[in-house]
């Protein structure tokens, strides 16, 4: 599978930080599994980070809550599974172009980085707009999860999830 960007968000208004120069969304296939993964940014600019699983992957199919996943040691716990989405634009979906050949058939399990204590900047720009002149800042961007710590943590759970194929 090939390393893909995609950069479509308009991220002008969200102040600067490392979100400026981050993609706002990329696949790649984990080097030490082999896995499909990625990385796709939401729409209020928190980052989210996905390992796809094929089919006969004792987690095929599983929700994100299923005791059969054992708690995944990600930022914050699983709150994703599904199948690639359909219909929605590849630059921000839930999905990867497979290269030819490579099967699209991926069960998708996924984190986010807006929990507690962390800064998602389009949330941040929205709070601000609407608070009076003056208003403290929501939140800090140094909490800001950003593109190489979610790469890392995407890494974990996909060893996480090699770990947990069956024998």
Not at 105 to 127: E, K, N, T
């Amino acid at each position: 599978m090939k390393t893909l960007d995609y950069n479509t968000i308009d991220k002008s208004d969200w102040g600067p930080g490392p979100w400026q120069d981050e993609p706002d969304k990329r696949q790649w296939a984990d080097e030490a599994t082999g896995y499909p993964c990625l990385i796709v940014r939401a729409p209020l600019g928190h980052l989210c980070g996905y390992g796809g699983v094929p089919p006969g992957h004792p987690c095929y199919r599983r929700d994100y809550g299923d005791d059969h996943l054992g708690g995944a040691d990600v930022h914050g716990g699983l709150t994703f599974a599904g199948p690639c989405m359909k219909g929605v634009p590849q630059d921000h979906a839930v999905c990867h172009c497979p290269d030819p050949g490579e099967s699209d058939d991926v069960w998708w399990l996924g984190f986010d980085c807006a929990h507690g204590y962390d800064f998602s900047p389009g949330l941040q720009r929205m709070i601000q707009a609407a608070a009076p002149v003056g208003a403290p800042r929501f939140g800090d961007d140094n909490d800001y999860r950003a593109f190489p710590y979610v790469a890392a943590q995407v890494a974990a759970l996909a060893a996480q999830l090699k770990a947990m194929e069956s024998p």
